[in-house]
T-cell receptor, first 115, second 113 residues
Framework: GAVVSQHPSRVICKSGTSVKIECRSL??????MFWYRQFPKQSLMLMAT?????????EQGVEKDKFLINHASLTLSTLTVTSAHPEDSSFYIC???????????FGPGTRLTVL | QKEVEQNSGPLSVPEGAIASLNCTYS??????FFWYRQYSGKSPELIMF????GDKEDGRFTAQLNKASQYVSLLIRDSQPSDSATYLC?????????????FGQGTILTVHP
């Protein structure tokens, strides 16, 4: 149990376009989802925390107008990278948490390449 | 700023040996501690977590926590080449950061036959 999926697993786009990444909890309801970004040879950096039905909370230095997060249901959160640029190329990973538990279940990640 | 520090390595051990991975954290209010393994190009997978001082064992893995010293470690017994990966220490802080994980930079482990 406790499986989190992400779609797409890999995306290549042109500079200036927007990309949407979906994160789904397949067999449980996730009251909270997290979005991370990982650059090569670096650790995971939390971008934002998303609670179902409310606005996401962004970490310091993360542009909320550039990285749009929607958590419309207990099983789906989306991250939209707007007007993507090459420096946004990274590995984006979501995780989901069940209410009352601290453990986070990670999705397989999405590799974004902006040309 | 809440920080989690790990030795980036690489740590190289022979097959069958014990690998010892260390992590220190700065926030004394931290409540729970996680060890993840990450293979290249993949997302992290949870190895184990620990909340209380002392040792916690799960198969070949033992996590050790010392809150007074703000130190958590992971021992891997009988290391196998398949254990070669980056090991990430993550800390869950309390207070207003409850539920968030702060990751260390990771330790690269290589187990050679």
């Amino acid at each position: 149990g406790a499986v989190v999926s992400q779609h797409p697993s890999r995306v290549i786009c042109k500079s200036g376009t927007s990309v949407k990444i979906e994160c789904r909890s397949l067999d449980f309801q996730a009251t909270t989802m997290f979005w991370y970004r990982q650059f090569p040879k670096q650790s995971l950096m939390l971008m934002a925390t998303s609670n179902e039905g409310s606005k996401a909370t962004y970490e310091q230095g993360v542009e909320k107008d550039k990285f749009l997060i929607n958590h419309a249901s207990l099983t789906l959160s989306t991250l939209t990278v707007t007007s993507a640029h090459p420096e946004d190329s990274s590995f984006y990973i979501c995780s989901a948490r069940v209410q009352g538990q601290l453990r986070q279940y990670f999705g397989p990640g999405t590799r974004l390449t902006v040309l | 700023q809440k920080e989690v520090e790990q030795n980036s390595g690489p740590l190289s051990v022979p097959e069958g040996a014990i690998a010892s991975l260390n992590c220190t954290y700065s926030d004394r209010g931290s409540q729970s501690f996680f060890w993840y393994r990450q293979y290249s190009g993949k997302s992290p997978e949870l190895i184990m977590f620990i909340y209380s001082n002392g040792d916690k064992e799960d198969g070949r893995f033992t996590a050790q926590l010392n809150k007074a010293s703000q130190y958590v470690s992971l021992l891997i017994r009988d290391s196998q080449p398949s254990d070669s990966a980056t090991y990430l220490c993550a800390v869950n802080a309390g207070g207003t950061s409850y539920g968030k994980l702060t990751f260390g930079q990771g330790t690269i482990l290589t187990v050679h036959p």
